[in-house]
């Protein structure tokens, strides 16, 4: 079954036509999700269906290489290209603003990303998931007891680093483009396949996968000499450090698994298209860390 990657609306036609027909029958009525899909993915011009489907095939076509690669590609494209990310640039060398737009925004999208993994790991009967799943819940949320803190425990220490009260934090609602995101990201772990939610949330991690400049990526998630000196404080630094010692190793096993279990029939566009549509809602996400920033800075 084909699914919308703007808007994962399922088809029982499984073919690139049906797909292209949908796509420019949502543009033409100027749903904004189907227009920002089409610009940014295939063209800017009004055109007829029949003249989409082979870039769609292209879009869609992993060549000699696997599910994995492809979503490495597509992901370094997006947010590593000539045009890197926005909110990565401003990272190389952060501003505290930055920094403090980046702890409000992410503790709301890290409750969700757990609760997403919890559904993989709930929905699915193969152990070695299971097990990939709770590693992933007690490094981002729960924590080794004492010894070593989670990910999200680093985060709100980066937050009290930079003079912010943890309380007032974690009472602070997120902005639109979060809420939205989280929102759309709950409904696909409940509604989704197992394996495409863990393409779809765990590919998220390849954004600290400092291995991506190896692969094509214009620059690393920030700059690592921010990890020496005192540009941002030692908090920050833990914070910073853990995804990029970590998100190496937790993507690339995910991705793995995803190209395992994707490959049986009828499985792998599925997989895709939530894929880019996930991607999708974190580039907006991100950008509502930027504005955060700008609203505390003012």
Same mark, same amino acid.
């Given at each position: 079954?084909?699914?919308?990657?703007?808007?994962?609306?399922?088809?029982?036609?499984?073919?690139?036509?049906?797909?292209?027909?949908?796509?420019?029958?949502?543009?033409?009525?100027?749903?904004?999700?189907?227009?920002?899909?089409?610009?940014?993915?295939?063209?800017?011009?009004?055109?007829?269906?029949?003249?989409?489907?082979?870039?769609?095939?292209?879009?869609?076509?992993?060549?000699?290489?696997?599910?994995?690669?492809?979503?490495?590609?597509?992901?370094?494209?997006?947010?590593?290209?000539?045009?890197?990310?926005?909110?990565?640039?401003?990272?190389?060398?952060?501003?505290?603003?930055?920094?403090?737009?980046?702890?409000?925004?992410?503790?709301?999208?890290?409750?969700?990303?757990?609760?997403?993994?919890?559904?993989?790991?709930?929905?699915?009967?193969?152990?070695?998931?299971?097990?990939? %799943?709770?590693?992933? @819940?007690? *490094? !981002? /949320?729960?924590?080794?007891?004492?010894? =070593?803190?989670?990910?999200?425990?680093?985060? +709100?220490?980066?937050?009290?680093?930079?003079?912010?009260?943890?309380?007032?934090?974690?009472?602070?609602?997120?902005?639109?483009?979060?809420?939205?995101?989280?929102?759309?990201?709950?409904?696909?772990?409940?509604?989704?396949?197992?394996?495409?939610?863990?393409?779809?949330?765990?590919?998220?991690?390849?954004?600290?996968?400092?291995?991506?400049?190896?692969?094509?990526?214009?620059?690393?998630?920030?700059?690592?000499?921010?990890?020496?000196?005192?540009?941002?404080?030692?908090?920050?630094?833990?914070?910073?450090?853990?995804?990029?010692?970590?998100?190496?190793?937790?993507?690339? %096993?995910?991705?793995? @698994?995803? *190209? !395992? /279990?994707?490959?049986?029939?009828?499985? =792998?566009?599925?997989?895709?298209?939530?894929? +880019?549509?996930?991607?999708?809602?974190?580039?907006?996400?991100?950008?509502?860390?930027?504005?955060?920033?700008?609203?505390?800075?003012?």
């Amino acid at each position: 079954m084909t699914k919308c990657p703007a808007c994962l609306a399922s088809f029982a036609t499984a073919d690139y036509v049906t797909l292209a027909g949908h796509l420019t029958e949502r543009a033409g009525e100027s749903d904004p999700r189907h227009v920002r899909w089409l610009n940014q993915n295939l063209t800017r011009k009004k055109t007829e269906p029949e003249a989409l489907v082979p870039g769609l095939r292209r879009v869609y076509d992993i060549g000699t290489g696997s599910v994995k690669t492809w979503i490495q590609g597509k992901f370094i494209a997006k947010f590593f290209g000539t045009q890197p990310h926005p909110f990565v640039v401003a990272l190389q060398h952060p501003t505290r603003a930055t920094l403090r737009g980046y702890v409000v925004e992410h503790q709301h999208f890290l409750r969700q990303w757990v609760r997403s993994c919890a559904f993989v790991m709930a929905r699915t009967d193969q152990p070695k998931v299971i097990l990939y %799943e709770l590693d992933n @819940l007690n *490094t !981002e /949320f729960g924590g080794y007891g004492p010894g =070593r803190v989670s990910h999200y425990e680093l985060l +709100l220490r980066m937050g009290e680093s930079l003079g912010m009260d943890r309380s007032r934090v974690l009472a602070t609602p997120p902005l639109p483009s979060t809420r939205d995101a989280i929102a759309e990201w709950n409904e696909i772990a409940r509604r989704e396949p197992w394996v495409s939610v863990l393409a779809a949330m765990h590919s998220l991690e390849l954004i600290a996968n400092r291995d991506l400049v190896h692969q094509g990526a214009s620059l690393r998630y920030f700059d690592p000499a921010i990890l020496e000196g005192s540009e941002i404080t030692d908090a920050a630094k833990n914070f910073l450090r853990e995804g990029y010692e970590a998100d190496v190793g937790h993507s690339d %096993e995910a991705l793995d @698994l995803v *190209t !395992e /279990f994707s490959a049986e029939a009828g499985t =792998r566009e599925d997989v895709q298209s939530t894929f +880019l549509r996930s991607i999708d809602l974190f580039d907006d996400y991100l950008l509502a860390r930027l504005e955060r920033a700008d609203r505390l800075e003012a």
